[in-house]
């Protein structure tokens, strides 16, 4: 894979509105600006530096570092979204008012740590976004800070998962982000996928923003690897997501 070298002071962007990916590794020569005003732009390979390389975020669409990154400077989102790994190294990361951070799980049992995280700048809105990925239940919290501070007026939770292709269990409390005793004690407003009921709060004893999930459902997919009777509950010949399962058919209240 070719290797991006981006200079100090190098901002990268793209044309059109299109998704556009980059799955070589790239390396900072210093601070550069990624800027998603073109459309949305996803990095898969790591993201390195040569001695203190940071990132800023501008614009309004997504950009995604899902790689191993290694860079040791800090990140700066000025608008829009940045989804970061949680296989990255140490970031502090200040998200201005009406930008998103996101941790992205990419390895089971591993979290996203920020060192310092500053949310808000006077006032408005910051959004947090805890993307599941596909391993199941995360057995870490998505994302740590060591040290926090909060400036914003309201806080946004937004849970992402592609509930086709994972299976997560309801019941036992998901740690999304774990900070300092008494850093947050602001409530949250939270947004769950399509398909998901459950819960977010944030837990101020335990120190950290917790989703509980009560159910989750998807829609069944015909594969008749039993047999070929359209059947009620006796036929595994179905796909909940990725599991097999049989059909079952509810009356009114149930």
């Not at 398909?195 to 509980?212: D, P, R």
Request: glycine share 14%; aromatic share 6%; proline share 4%.
């Amino acid at each position: 894979d070719k290797v991006m070298v981006l200079q100090e002071g190098a901002t990268v962007s793209k044309g059109g509105v299109d998704p556009m990916r980059f799955v070589g590794p790239v390396t900072l020569q210093g601070s550069a600006t990624l800027d998603g005003f073109g459309g949305e732009l996803e990095f898969t390979g790591p993201v390195g530096d040569t001695g203190f390389g940071g990132v800023t975020k501008i614009g309004g669409a997504t950009i995604s570092l899902l790689g191993a990154n290694t860079y040791i400077g800090g990140n700066t989102i000025s608008n829009g979204t940045l989804k970061v790994s949680t296989q990255s190294a140490d970031n502090n990361t200040t998200v201005n008012s009406g930008a998103t951070l996101g941790a992205v799980v990419t390895s089971a049992g591993t979290t996203l740590t920020i060192p310092s995280l500053t949310l808000g700048s006077g006032g408005g809105n910051v959004e947090l976004l805890f993307d599941l990925g596909t391993l199941g239940n995360p057995t870490a919290p998505v994302m740590q800070a060591n040290f926090l501070t909060t400036n914003a007026a309201t806080y946004e939770v937004t849970v992402e998962a592609d509930l086709e292709n994972l299976t997560l269990t309801g019941g036992t409390p998901i740690t999304l982000l774990k900070y300092p005793a008494g850093a947050f004690t602001n409530d949250v407003v939270a947004t769950l996928p399509a398909g998901m009921t459950g819960t977010v709060i944030n837990n101020t004893a335990a120190s950290e923003i917790q989703l509980t999930i009560t159910a989750v459902s998807r829609a069944l997919t015909w594969v008749g690897n039993e047999s070929s009777d359209w059947d009620i509950d006796d036929s595994i010949n179905w796909l909940n997501g990725i599991l097999p399962t049989t059909y079952r058919e509810l009356g009114a209240g149930d």
